[in-house]
Protein backbone atom coordinates (compact mmCIF):
# COMPACT_ATOMS: atom_id res chain seq x y z
CA UNK A 1 0.00 0.00 0.00
CA UNK A 2 1.40 3.77 -0.89
CA UNK A 3 2.31 5.70 1.57
CA UNK A 4 2.06 8.52 -0.26
CA UNK A 5 -1.81 10.17 0.34
CA UNK A 6 -3.64 13.13 -1.72
CA UNK A 7 -4.06 15.97 0.81
CA UNK A 8 -3.28 16.52 4.18
CA UNK A 9 -6.90 16.61 5.16
CA UNK A 10 -7.10 13.25 3.86
CA UNK A 11 -3.31 12.33 5.27
CA UNK A 12 -5.16 12.82 9.01
CA UNK A 13 -8.50 11.61 8.34
CA UNK A 14 -9.11 8.25 10.22
CA UNK A 15 -6.22 9.58 13.03
CA UNK A 16 -7.00 12.33 14.49
CA UNK A 17 -9.60 12.04 18.02
CA UNK A 18 -9.86 14.22 21.06
CA UNK A 19 -7.93 14.12 23.69
CA UNK A 20 -4.57 12.60 21.73
CA UNK A 21 -1.06 13.27 22.21
CA UNK A 22 0.85 15.35 19.35
CA UNK A 23 4.36 15.91 18.78
CA UNK A 24 5.25 18.04 16.44
CA UNK A 25 9.02 19.08 14.75
CA UNK A 26 10.22 22.34 13.75
CA UNK A 27 11.82 25.31 15.65
CA UNK A 28 9.75 28.35 15.90
CA UNK A 29 8.75 28.67 12.56
CA UNK A 30 11.55 26.77 10.67
CA UNK A 31 10.53 23.34 9.78
CA UNK A 32 7.56 23.03 11.00
CA UNK A 33 4.95 21.03 9.35
CA UNK A 34 2.42 23.60 8.34
CA UNK A 35 0.28 21.64 6.31
CA UNK A 36 -0.28 19.64 8.89
CA UNK A 37 -1.10 21.89 11.44
CA UNK A 38 -3.68 23.82 9.00
CA UNK A 39 -5.32 20.10 8.87
CA UNK A 40 -5.13 19.49 12.45
CA UNK A 41 -6.69 22.45 12.93
CA UNK A 42 -9.94 22.01 10.71
CA UNK A 43 -10.71 18.42 11.82
CA UNK A 44 -11.75 20.04 14.67
CA UNK A 45 -10.41 17.76 17.44
CA UNK A 46 -10.22 19.08 20.95
CA UNK A 47 -7.93 18.53 24.12
CA UNK A 48 -4.88 18.10 22.51
CA UNK A 49 -1.62 17.46 24.16
CA UNK A 50 0.90 18.92 22.28
CA UNK A 51 4.79 17.82 22.28
CA UNK A 52 6.57 20.84 20.54
CA UNK A 53 10.00 22.69 20.95
CA UNK A 54 7.74 25.22 21.09
CA UNK A 55 4.27 26.84 20.00
CA UNK A 56 5.23 29.11 17.37
CA UNK A 57 4.17 32.81 17.08
CA UNK A 58 0.49 34.51 17.08
CA UNK A 59 -1.36 33.40 14.10
CA UNK A 60 1.30 31.15 12.81
CA UNK A 61 2.62 27.58 13.53
CA UNK A 62 0.83 25.56 16.36
CA UNK A 63 0.03 29.32 17.30
CA UNK A 64 -2.88 28.88 15.40
CA UNK A 65 -3.95 25.74 17.57
CA UNK A 66 -4.22 28.28 20.69
CA UNK A 67 -6.03 30.22 18.45
CA UNK A 68 -8.71 28.04 17.84
CA UNK A 69 -8.77 26.69 21.60
CA UNK A 70 -7.60 23.15 20.17
CA UNK A 71 -5.19 22.64 22.76
CA UNK A 72 -5.07 21.48 26.64
CA UNK A 73 -1.72 21.01 27.48
CA UNK A 74 1.84 21.41 26.05
CA UNK A 75 5.32 20.06 26.75
CA UNK A 76 8.02 22.31 25.42
CA UNK A 77 10.97 23.74 26.15
CA UNK A 78 10.00 28.02 25.24
CA UNK A 79 7.10 29.51 24.60
CA UNK A 80 7.68 33.15 25.16
CA UNK A 81 7.23 34.64 21.35
CA UNK A 82 3.23 33.64 21.89
CA UNK A 83 1.52 36.07 23.90
CA UNK A 84 -1.97 34.48 23.51
CA UNK A 85 -0.15 31.23 24.85
CA UNK A 86 0.94 33.40 27.48
CA UNK A 87 -2.46 34.82 27.98
CA UNK A 88 -4.59 31.18 28.37
CA UNK A 89 -1.69 29.72 30.88
CA UNK A 90 -1.88 32.61 33.15
CA UNK A 91 -5.67 32.20 33.39
CA UNK A 92 -5.54 28.58 34.38
CA UNK A 93 -7.40 27.70 30.37
CA UNK A 94 -4.02 26.10 29.50
CA UNK A 95 -1.97 23.01 31.22
CA UNK A 96 2.12 23.30 30.59
CA UNK A 97 4.75 21.25 31.62
CA UNK A 98 7.92 22.76 31.02
CA UNK A 99 11.07 20.56 29.96
CA UNK A 100 14.48 22.09 29.42
CA UNK A 101 15.32 21.84 25.33
CA UNK A 102 18.08 19.01 25.74
CA UNK A 103 16.03 16.83 27.95
CA UNK A 104 13.06 17.23 25.61
CA UNK A 105 15.13 16.07 22.75
CA UNK A 106 15.96 12.71 24.82
CA UNK A 107 12.44 12.38 25.78
CA UNK A 108 11.56 12.14 22.31
CA UNK A 109 14.83 10.02 20.88
CA UNK A 110 13.90 7.58 23.83
CA UNK A 111 10.68 7.05 23.09
CA UNK A 112 11.49 6.27 19.47
CA UNK A 113 14.11 3.99 21.19
CA UNK A 114 12.24 2.02 22.98
CA UNK A 115 13.58 3.28 25.94
CA UNK A 116 11.35 3.94 28.57
CA UNK A 117 13.09 6.34 30.87
CA UNK A 118 16.94 7.86 32.16
CA UNK A 119 18.42 10.02 34.30
CA UNK A 120 19.90 13.11 33.94
CA UNK A 121 21.39 16.16 35.97
CA UNK A 122 19.54 18.51 34.47
CA UNK A 123 16.80 20.37 36.46
CA UNK A 124 18.30 18.79 39.89
CA UNK A 125 17.25 21.18 42.42
CA UNK A 126 14.46 22.71 40.35
CA UNK A 127 10.86 22.85 39.58
CA UNK A 128 11.60 20.54 36.81
CA UNK A 129 12.46 18.01 39.06
CA UNK A 130 9.92 18.06 41.69
CA UNK A 131 8.06 14.81 42.46
CA UNK A 132 10.18 12.96 40.09
CA UNK A 133 12.83 10.31 41.50
CA UNK A 134 16.16 10.96 41.96
CA UNK A 135 18.84 8.28 41.83
CA UNK A 136 22.77 9.31 43.01
CA UNK A 137 25.37 8.04 40.36
CA UNK A 138 28.88 7.94 41.15
CA UNK A 139 28.29 10.45 43.83
CA UNK A 140 26.02 12.85 42.02
CA UNK A 141 22.21 13.11 42.24
CA UNK A 142 20.17 12.91 38.89
CA UNK A 143 17.08 13.31 38.26
CA UNK A 144 14.23 10.53 36.37
CA UNK A 145 12.55 11.82 33.19
CA UNK A 146 10.00 9.49 30.97
CA UNK A 147 10.08 9.00 27.27
CA UNK A 148 8.01 10.39 25.20
CA UNK A 149 5.49 8.64 22.81
CA UNK A 150 2.96 10.39 20.29
CA UNK A 151 -0.50 9.01 19.64
CA UNK A 152 1.03 10.77 15.87
CA UNK A 153 4.12 12.84 14.92
CA UNK A 154 4.04 15.53 12.43
CA UNK A 155 7.31 16.17 10.10
CA UNK A 156 8.29 18.50 7.77
CA UNK A 157 10.72 17.43 5.67
CA UNK A 158 12.42 18.63 2.46
CA UNK A 159 13.16 15.37 0.21
CA UNK A 160 11.14 11.78 0.70
CA UNK A 161 11.12 9.06 -1.31
CA UNK A 162 7.28 7.00 -1.51
CA UNK A 163 8.85 4.51 0.65
CA UNK A 164 9.22 7.16 3.68
CA UNK A 165 13.19 7.76 3.58
CA UNK A 166 13.30 11.77 4.57
CA UNK A 167 15.90 14.09 3.99
CA UNK A 168 15.63 17.54 5.91
CA UNK A 169 17.60 21.11 4.74
CA UNK A 170 19.51 22.62 7.09
CA UNK A 171 18.28 24.28 10.45
CA UNK A 172 14.62 22.32 8.85
CA UNK A 173 16.57 19.48 10.26
CA UNK A 174 15.94 20.96 14.32
CA UNK A 175 13.45 18.67 16.00
CA UNK A 176 12.22 16.83 12.83
CA UNK A 177 14.47 13.88 13.03
CA UNK A 178 13.12 12.75 16.38
CA UNK A 179 9.97 13.79 16.34
CA UNK A 180 9.62 11.35 13.52
CA UNK A 181 11.00 8.72 15.52
CA UNK A 182 8.30 8.93 18.50
CA UNK A 183 5.12 8.57 16.91
CA UNK A 184 2.88 5.56 16.80
CA UNK A 185 1.56 6.88 13.65
CA UNK A 186 4.19 9.11 11.87
CA UNK A 187 2.98 11.89 8.53
CA UNK A 188 5.38 13.70 6.84
CA UNK A 189 5.17 16.36 4.73
CA UNK A 190 7.92 16.94 2.05
CA UNK A 191 8.78 19.69 -0.45
CA UNK A 192 9.47 17.02 -3.16
CA UNK A 193 8.88 13.39 -3.23
CA UNK A 194 10.43 10.91 -5.13
CA UNK A 195 10.34 7.51 -6.40
CA UNK A 196 12.79 4.70 -3.92
CA UNK A 197 16.31 4.30 -4.91
CA UNK A 198 17.09 7.70 -6.18
CA UNK A 199 18.14 9.23 -2.45
CA UNK A 200 21.69 8.12 -2.15
CA UNK A 201 21.77 6.03 1.20
CA UNK A 202 24.46 7.71 3.30
CA UNK A 203 22.28 11.47 2.97
CA UNK A 204 18.95 9.57 4.04
CA UNK A 205 18.58 11.04 7.85
CA UNK A 206 14.93 9.24 8.83
CA UNK A 207 15.06 5.66 7.52
CA UNK A 208 11.30 5.33 5.58
CA UNK A 209 10.43 2.50 8.50
CA UNK A 210 9.41 5.19 10.90
CA UNK A 211 7.18 6.82 8.64
CA UNK A 212 3.65 5.76 7.72
CA UNK A 213 2.53 8.44 5.42
CA UNK A 214 3.29 11.03 3.42
CA UNK A 215 1.98 13.90 1.98
CA UNK A 216 3.17 17.15 -0.66
CA UNK A 217 3.82 20.24 0.98
CA UNK A 218 2.25 22.90 -0.36
CA UNK A 219 4.50 25.56 -1.76
CA UNK A 220 4.16 28.62 0.30
CA UNK A 221 6.61 31.60 2.00
CA UNK A 222 8.77 30.45 4.67
CA UNK A 223 8.21 32.55 7.38
CA UNK A 224 10.91 34.08 9.79
CA UNK A 225 10.22 34.09 13.28
CA UNK A 226 12.25 37.03 14.33
CA UNK A 227 14.32 38.92 11.23
CA UNK A 228 17.21 41.41 12.33
CA UNK A 229 18.80 43.12 9.53
CA UNK A 230 20.85 46.39 9.56
CA UNK A 231 21.44 49.00 7.11
CA UNK A 232 23.96 48.09 4.08
CA UNK A 233 27.04 50.55 4.01
CA UNK A 234 28.81 51.85 0.97
CA UNK A 235 32.32 49.81 1.00
CA UNK A 236 34.92 52.85 1.97
CA UNK A 237 37.13 54.37 -0.99
CA UNK A 238 41.16 53.31 -0.86
CA UNK A 239 43.40 55.28 -2.63
CA UNK A 240 44.99 53.72 -5.42
Given amino acids: ?3 VHSSAAQVLADVMRDGMVLAVGGFGLSGIPADLIEAVRDSGVRDLTVVSNNMGVDGKGLGILIESGQVAKVIASYVGENKLFAEQYLAGKLEVEFTPQGTLA ?3 RAGGSGIPAFYTKTGVGTLVAEGKPHEVFDGETYV ?3 AIIADVALVHAHTADTDGN ?5 TARNFNPIVATAGRVTIVEAEIIIEPGQLDPNHIITPGVYVQRLVQATPRIKDIEQRTVRTRTEPIAVPA
Fill in 1 to 3: MSK
Fill in 106 to 108: ERL
Fill in 144 to 146: QER
Fill in 166 to 170: LIYRY
